[in-house]
């Protein structure tokens, strides 16, 4: 059994006003075409000068919103490279894996890209996955169980609303028909504004507070395990923002979610640096 439990009393369907008066970095939100501008206003997190140039390689498998990404990279005061081969992350001090849609999609992270990923990781140097990007650190998932992860973390990733089944079935949920809230409630995706709950200490999360809200779409999710550093709550608890030494994931997405978003890239960096 958990030791928390969270109602899903932060839940915003919708951004933020200020985030509609924001303008200069542009953001989708979806791969259908929507956008969402989060722009620059006085509290907007401003580039970070560091010792050395930082060289972030931004992989590209036909399943990211790289544009996005870019862009707020681009603000923070990072080159951003997109490796044609694997062979190419040999250079970059940090690697992004973004990712949106089907976890079948990560199938094009073949043999090759998982070992220069690999190779990356066992010289000591950050990794961050955003969205599928994280999911993909774990061991597969439900949503296409014939491709595996890379099976850095322990777990595999369910569809939210089965996932509040099971914890129903246990008596592990405030979803149950004792609250008079059932999980039919919880619509699948899960797309808009909701809050994080800190679970321990981390460099991805420094300066992050507890509550902070972030964005999120997305229709399966990884659990709750040791690697947690921070989780949300839709019908259950689950992973938010995961961290394993030098590699860290959240399966919102940053380049979307305005300061907290900046800030938490702005980590992954420093991190890099």
């Not at 994080?196 to 997305?218: I, K, M, N, P």
Request: charged share 20%; glycine share 10%; proline share 5%.
């Amino acid at each position: 059994m958990r030791p928390y439990r969270r109602q899903e009393t932060g839940v915003r369907s919708q951004e933020p006003e200020y985030d509609r008066r924001l303008r200069s970095i542009c953001l989708d939100l979806d791969k259908a075409g929507q956008a969402l501008r989060v722009p620059p206003v006085s509290c907007l997190l401003s580039p970070v000068s560091f010792e050395h140039t930082l060289v972030i390689a931004l992989i590209d498998y036909g399943a990211g919103n790289l544009t996005s990404v870019r862009k707020a990279l681009a603000h923070l005061g990072t080159t951003v490279t997109t490796p044609g081969t694997p062979a190419d992350l040999t250079s970059a001090g940090g690697v992004i894996i973004p990712g949106v849609g089907n976890f079948a999609v990560t199938a094009a992270l073949g043999p090759d890209w998982r070992a220069a990923i690999l190779d990356h990781i066992g010289r000591q140097r950050p990794l961050l996955g955003i969205c599928v990007g994280m999911q993909w650190l774990f061991d597969g998932s439900e949503e296409a169980p014939g491709h595996r992860g890379l099976e850095l973390l322990a777990g595999t990733n369910r569809l939210l609303t089965e996932a509040a089944r099971d914890d129903e079935r246990a008596g592990d949920s405030t979803t149950g028909p004792d609250t008079g809230v059932g999980v039919s409630r919880f619509k699948i995706p899960h797309v808009g504004w909701n809050s994080l709950h800190l679970t321990r200490r981390s460099w991805l999360l420094d300066g992050v507070a507890e509550g902070d809200q972030v964005y999120f779409t997305h229709s399966f999710a990884a659990p709750v395990t040791a690697d947690c550093v921070g989780t949300t709550r839709y019908g259950v608890d689950f992973a938010a923002a995961v961290e394993l030494d030098h590699v860290g994931g959240v399966q919102f997405h940053p380049e979307k979610s305005s300061d907290v978003g900046l800030r938490i890239l702005q980590n992954f960096l420093r991190k890099v640096s």
